[in-house]
């Protein structure tokens, strides 16, 4: 079975600031795939991005880019230049492999707070 | 982008009462998910669908039940609510070409509310 743990519960970070996620995982596969969502008070869950097991870059998209550390089994999430409208709970999630469901498996969840 | 639509969005609603939570997805995706979420809290997944006439128990045990007659539509019912079964419910979909590289399109969840 998949774990996938957040150790930071909260966070408070000013505007403009770059911001790390911490996430890692624990797997027994070879082939898996990194999610991160992003969850403002609303509700919905956004996709952010993805990396995969065997990408050898790590994963970019506009201020969102993910460090991938395989021997690790970490995934952080790199928010540059934060923003206001950033404030959210942020998941790291991890494809379900295995028997069973696919999917994907979600973390405890991280509460950004950026503060002007 | 993503179309799946979950109605309603919010529901407060008495004990003993039967409910169904709607969710339909127009980009022709196989697989269907329903996740359970307490406010600030993980997702944990009570049902799946890979298909027409596919459903199935996800990890976290629920006595919901859900149906997948059609392609596109995915609905979740409780047959006596319990103020237990407050949450907010959110399904998904995604792709079947891959288990490993297919994130989750999420609607908009429901916020229930048994009182």
């Known amino acids: 079975a998949q774990k996938i743990t957040q150790t930071q519960p909260g966070m408070f970070v000013q505007e403009k600031e770059a911001v790390t996620l911490d996430c890692t995982y624990d797997t027994s596969d070879q082939s898996y795939g990194l999610f991160w969502y992003k969850q403002p008070s609303s509700g919905e869950m956004i996709f952010l991005i993805y990396q995969g097991s065997y990408d050898e870059q790590n994963a970019t998209e506009g201020r969102y880019s993910l460090n991938f550390q395989k021997a690790r089994k970490s995934a952080n999430l790199v928010i540059s230049a934060s923003q206001l409208g950033d404030s959210a709970m942020y998941f790291c999630a991890m494809s379900r492999t295995g028997g069973g469901a696919d999917g994907l498996t979600f973390g405890k969840g991280t509460h950004l707070i950026i503060q002007p | 982008e993503a179309d799946i639509y979950q109605t309603p969005r919010y529901l407060v609603i008495g004990t003993g009462k039967k409910i169904t939570l709607e969710c339909s997805q127009t980009m022709g995706h196989d697989k269907m998910y329903w996740y359970q979420q307490d406010p600030g809290m993980e997702l944990h997944l009570i049902h799946y669908s890979y298909g027409v006439n596919s459903t199935e128990k996800g990890d976290l045990s629920s006595e919901s039940t859900v149906s997948r007659i059609r392609t596109e539509h995915f609905p979740l019912t409780l047959e006596s609510a319990r103020p237990s079964h407050t949450s907010q419910y959110l399904c998904?979909?995604?792709?079947?070409?891959?288990?490993?590289?297919?994130?989750?399109?999420f609607g908009n969840g429901t916020r229930l509310t048994v009182t």
């Open positions: 998904a979909s995604s792709e079947s070409m891959s288990r490993y590289n297919s994130p989750l399109h």
